[in-house]
Structure formats: C-alpha cells, structure tokens
C-alpha cells in the first residue's frame, strides 16, 4: 500500500527539523557582539523561516531599533559564518521524521525540500544531520531569487522532481508554506509544531498532523 503521490515537498525549518536552538543562539551571540540585549527564545522563535536577512531585521525591530540597509550588510556576514559553523550543535530531526521519509522513498515517493533557508546554509544543515542524498530535490529560495509564499521555489521543485502540482503535496508549519502551495496549486499538510505566530489550524492547510506518525495515515486520506 502507498500513498496517492507522486512527491512530498517538504519546509525544513520547523517542519522536518528542530532547527531553533542554534538559530536563537547564533542570533543572540550576534546582538552581543553589538552590545545588544538577547532575545528569549519566544521573541525568536516567530522570526524563523523567513530568510536570516528577515531574522536579523525581525529581532532589531524587537529591540526597537530598526535597522537599516547599511547596517545589516555590516552584521549579515558575521552572523551567517556563526551560524553556519554552529548549524547543528542542538538542531535535530523532529520525532518520526526520517522514519516517515525513508517509508515513502520505499515507495518511490520523491521526497523534497524547499526551502526559505538559503543554500549556503541548507547544505550544512542536511550534512550535519547525515541527510545527504535523502531529500532530493532541495530547493533554497536563493536558487529562484523568491521566498514563499511566492511559489517559484516550488514550481521549481516539482520541475526537478518531476511531477505536476496535482502529483505532490507540500509539508510545512507556516503561512508562506500553505500560500506557497496555493499558490502552486498543490495541497498542503501543515505540522502543529512549528515557528508559526498563526494558530497551525489557521494556516489554510489542507490537513494537520500534530507527529510525522500521522503523517503517511492523512497522505492516505487525500
């Protein structure tokens, strides 16, 4: 028995992995070195999966001070380096994740990853968790020049993976994900333990899935 896809594009920032612990300590490391207040892992936790741009920006007007263009080209690369050289020390797979992957790529289901992350980071990630070769394709918003919502990043994907959007359905835990898929006339699962500020139920998902167990059950249910 398999599941009525062909493809399952997966978020990866809190969708398939818990990666806020070092994003939250890579960005108070960098207010810090300014001589700025840390954020409380609350105030960061909303400011994920929008790009590090989008990050940086979100905890500055957090501390009520804005930041501008030249000021943030100052920080953004020491920022990304700290990041990128810490990207898994606390960062991991949410439960059930991988077993639910490695079940559809049983099946021959492809099993992607689009991203708002971008690639330079996305790759240390994967490599750091041992997910090499386990999600293919991996497309970051920097490969198409947009972010989802916007759904470039996943008509490109289902390019490369090689189905239409009837034949695969997105993963993911926030707005721009569903809108994304909306958009790319895809359905979508939404996953109730991720960054989202919205309330999972509101994302406009197709269905929510509170563990990645549930996940090959409600992909049945389509």
């Known amino acids: 028995m398999t599941v009525p896809f062909k493809a399952v594009i997966f978020d990866l920032d809190g969708t398939l992995a818990d990666t806020r612990p070092d994003l939250h300590a890579a960005l108070n490391r960098g207010l810090e070195r300014e001589g700025k207040p840390p954020l409380t892992n609350e105030q960061s936790v909303s400011l994920i999966g929008g790009g590090a741009d989008k990050m940086l920006r979100g905890a500055y007007d957090i501390l009520g001070e804005p930041l501008s263009d030249e000021e943030l080209d100052r920080i953004f690369d020491e920022f990304l380096e700290d990041y990128r050289a810490n990207c898994v020390v606390d960062t991991e797979f949410f439960p059930g994740a ?11 289901v492809v099993t992607g990853i689009c991203t708002n992350k971008r690639s330079s980071l996305t790759g240390p990630v994967l490599e750091g968790l041992g997910a090499n070769g386990t999600f293919e394709p991996v497309v970051c918003y920097d490969q198409v020049g947009a972010r989802k919502p916007d759904p470039a990043p996943l008509n490109r ?61 409600t992909l049945r249910k389509f």
Request: aromatic residues 6%.
């Open 98 to 108: 991988l077993a639910a992957v490695a079940q559809l790529r049983d099946w021959a």
């Open 157 to 217: 994907a289902l390019e490369l993976a090689g189905v239409s959007a009837g034949e695969a359905i997105m993963v993911g835990d926030s707005a721009a994900d569903t809108g994304a898929a909306r958009n790319a006339g895809m359905k979508s699962i939404a996953v109730s333990f991720g960054y989202t500020d919205i309330p999972p139920d509101r994302l406009g998902a197709d269905a929510l899935i509170d563990h990645f167990d549930e996940l090959i059950p």
